[in-house]
């Protein structure tokens, strides 16, 4: 019996150390979330279960980059495809693009041709035959044209700066390109400026039909010259074509007439005299 009673004495006593204690408590019928120790005083206000989804929704959403347009437009589709086939035929009729190209035997004849377009060689030569005109209507008509290739000059240098579209075949632009601001390649300056020069030409020149005939061929050959060269797209030089018809008919539209042009020569020759 003495075994017994301490036995039974010893087991009571080690069930009521602190770390049994939790043996000798009733069972909880509704247990409650557990805490830590430390956050015993802090209570979290609850959120409404209606903001959750919400905010999960916002979480889940990615940013507009990184999303993918899995069902793209037909005009999307359309306007992709145009631009594929437009590099594609623009890369195969770059023929003359390098001296080992398949036409690179007649690549300076082609470069001569293109040089015949250039902006600093036409606003020259416009200068130097204005010096000589002795005429008002040759001045009246050259101080025109001064007024449209600058026009035509500085809209394709600041398209050209918007767009900043390259060429079909990477090349540097040469030291006259960086004066005549003709860097990149959408719209072609060459096929603008040659539209251009040559409409206005045939409307205040009169010129036989054989030289109206190959003025007209100058300004198409000026455009299919740079697509051989490498220099621009197909559309570059479609584009460069329209640019060209609407200088023209703005140069038409706002048109100097001789008094202007008499103003403008005595102005640049310092002999004007406003007080006579």
């Known amino acids: 019996m003495p075994a017994n009673q301490s036995r039974s004495r010893t087991r009571n006593n080690v069930l009521n150390r602190p770390e049994f204690m939790s043996l000798n408590q009733p069972l909880r019928t509704n247990p409650g979330p557990a805490r830590r120790p430390g956050l015993k005083h802090q209570q979290s206000q609850p959120q409404p279960p209606e903001q959750e989804p919400e905010d999960r929704k916002e979480s889940m959403k ?17 306007i992709n495809s ?8 623009s890369k195969r009729l770059g023929v003359c693009a390098h001296n080992t190209s398949s036409w690179g035997s007649v690549r300076s004849i082609v470069n001569m041709l293109a040089f015949t377009g250039h902006g600093i ?4 030569g416009t200068l130097i035959c204005l010096t000589r005109s002795n005429t008002l209507a040759g001045q009246e008509v050259l101080i025109n044209l001064m007024l449209a290739l600058l026009l035509d000059v500085m809209t394709v240098a600041g398209v050209q700066k918007l767009v900043k ?16 601001m003709d860097v990149y390649s959408f719209p072609a300056a060459h096929a603008s400026r040659a539209v251009m020069v040559s409409k206005f ?12 005939i190959l003025l007209v061929l100058w300004a198409f050959l000026m455009g299919m010259s740079r697509i051989l060269l490498g220099r621009h797209h197909l559309s570059d030089v479609g584009c460069g074509f329209a640019l060209g018809f609407l200088h023209f008919n703005l140069v038409e539209m706002v048109w100097l007439p001789s008094s202007t042009c008499q103003a403008l020569i005595s102005i640049g020759t310092f002999s004007w005299s406003p007080f006579y």
Request: charged residues 20%.
């Open 62 to 78: 990615l940013p507009e980059e990184d999303c993918m347009l899995l069902n793209p437009s037909f005009k999307g589709i359309a």
């Open 82 to 89: 145009l631009l594929a086939i437009d590099i594609c035929l």
């Open 121 to 124: 060689l036409w606003i020259i």
């Open 165 to 180: 579209r390259k060429g079909p075949w990477e090349m540097n632009p040469s030291f006259l390109d960086y004066l005549a």
């Open 201 to 212: 030409l045939l409307a205040h020149l009169v010129l036989a039909v054989p030289l109206r």
